[in-house]
């Protein structure tokens, strides 16, 4: 009885271990126009992402903060946008996945001009 408990409990615990890891990022879809890009994702001034070339996704973590995008090519000027944090909402999955409530817009579409 108690080896089928015990066993329930630690298979129980593994589980939702990957599970709660599975929430800890988010994607942002990156594109520019025309594509080909070299894009980098940062919040706070450190770098969280890369997209390398556009279109792609980034992987980022659910923390607090707008995400600035700054994206460069060759023949084109610098361009940037930004991904706003939607907030963090505490609902139940927060509470019962472990997951933060955090997420940002998502696709950012970026215009590169030419340069001259």
């Known amino acids: 009885m108690w080896r089928s408990l ?13 599970y709660a890891d ?7 879809l990156v594109s520019t126009m025309p594509p080909g890009a070299d ?3 940062t919040r ?3 770098k969280v992402g890369e997209v390398n ?5 980034a992987m980022v973590g659910r923390d607090a903060g707008d995400i600035a995008i700054a994206c460069r090519r ?9 991904s706003h944090s939607l907030g963090n ?7 019962t996945e472990g997951r933060s409530g955090y997420s940002y817009q998502t696709p950012i579409d ?3 001009q030419p340069s001259r």
């Open 39 to 41: 894009c980098t994702l």
């Open 22 to 28: 599975h929430w800890q990022d988010t994607d942002i």
């Open 89 to 95: 909402a505490v609902d139940m999955s927060t509470l």
């Open 53 to 57: 070339p556009t279109p792609g996704i």
């Open 44 to 46: 706070g001034g450190e």
């Open 74 to 82: 060759a023949g084109y000027a610098d361009a940037a946008a930004v």
């Open 110 to 112: 970026i215009q590169l």
């Open 6 to 18: 015990i066993l329930a409990v630690a298979a129980t615990a593994a589980l939702s271990g990957c």
